[in-house]
Nanobody, 117 residues
Framework: QVQLVESGGGLVQAGGSLRLSCAAS????????MAWFRQAPGKEREFVAR???????TYYADSVKGRFTISRDNANTVHLQMNSLKPEDTAVYYC???????????WGKGTLVTVSS
């Protein structure tokens, strides 16, 4: 059973930074591509960033490109460094793991990020 636990959310002023982390309890971390999604109040969940299994490829939503950076380490953790935060970045951020062999997605419970103006 794959478990994903996010941390690092909180309240920050516009222009500030936060670093989210997601710890994955998996046997082989490199079996999974990792991603972050977010869901703002009253809106649908949307893609934020993705990193390939090797870490060699990263992809971003246009709305966060140049401000957010996704990375992964050898400790089964994926990070999302968020800089120059805007009020419109306020949302619950969810960690996603997609298993390569069958494409099954796993989700964390989310961490709330609130950006005040």
């Amino acid at each position: 059973q794959v478990q994903l636990v996010e941390s690092g959310g909180g309240l920050v002023q516009a222009g500030g930074s936060l670093r989210l982390s997601c710890a994955a309890s998996v046997r082989t971390f490199t079996t999974y591509a990792m991603a972050w999604f977010r869901q703002a109040p009253g809106k649908e969940r949307e893609f934020v960033a993705r990193i390939t299994r090797s870490g060699g490829g990263t992809y971003y939503a246009d709305s966060v490109k140049g401000r957010f950076t996704i990375s992964r380490d050898n400790a089964n953790t994926v990070h999302l460094q968020m800089n120059s935060l805007k009020p419109e970045d306020t949302a619950v951020y969810y960690c996603n793991a997609q298993r390569a062999v069958d494409g099954i997605d796993y989700w964390g419970k989310g961490t709330l990020v609130t950006v005040s103006s």
